[in-house]
């Protein structure tokens, strides 16, 4: 991205006051109206860090120290455990965003519960369309936005972990093209706005 365009995301990117939730009931969503021509969508994980997963996995790990010898495997073994635990923590999913920026792109972000974030630019020339489309996930038909980048055979899939409900997929979809493509979100409740045939 140029420093132009670092500069201008670095601006829309800024704490806004202009906090509203689009879905009645719905804590884990936020939409930032950043400026007339910049919208961020935001969605919050509701996984907890502590839960059942984590009863059960303080009880083996107890039964491993306790019914075994205290040997170096024992405390090796243990050791690797808590590793894995710390892991798989850290590699949970906190927030997903997609920050759009007319006449300059979108920017789809990711941030993991240690604070560690992952973001990629795209160009709004790159951007060839905006889609919902549904797919297989755990043998569960689930639907998703994704955004076509020109010469790539690959979508990029806003959400991708999370994977929000229709409802709400919706309101991303309206007000992302409404930036990108300048279109007027109360005529993208027509069919012919919602593409499909297309997978990940």
Known sequence: MSNSLNQEFNQFSQPCSAIISP??????????????????????????????FDVIYAFILAVVLGL????TITYSISLAMI??????KFSIVKEESILSVRDVGIQVKTIYM????????????????VIIN??????QVKFYM????????????VFEHLLPKLSILLKVYR???????????????????????HSI
């Open 23 to 52: 879905i009645p009931n719905n804590p884990y969503f936020l939409c930032n109206i950043l400026a007339d021509n910049a919208r961020e969508y935001i969605m919050l994980s509701d996984q907890s860090f502590f839960g059942l």
């Open 68 to 71: 075994m010898n205290q040997t």
């Open 83 to 88: 590793i894995i635990w710390i892991w798989i």
């Open 114 to 129: 240690n604070g560690r974030s992952v973001s990629r630019f795209i160009d709004k020339s790159k951007i060839s369309d």
């Open 134 to 139: 549904e797919g297989i996930n755990m043998l």
């Open 146 to 157: 994704a955004i076509i980048v020109e010469g790539q055979d690959r979508m990029v899939v």
């Open 175 to 197: 007000g992302t093209r409404s930036i990108i493509f300048n279109e007027i979100e109360g005529n993208l409740d027509n069919a012919d706005h919602f593409p499909s045939n």
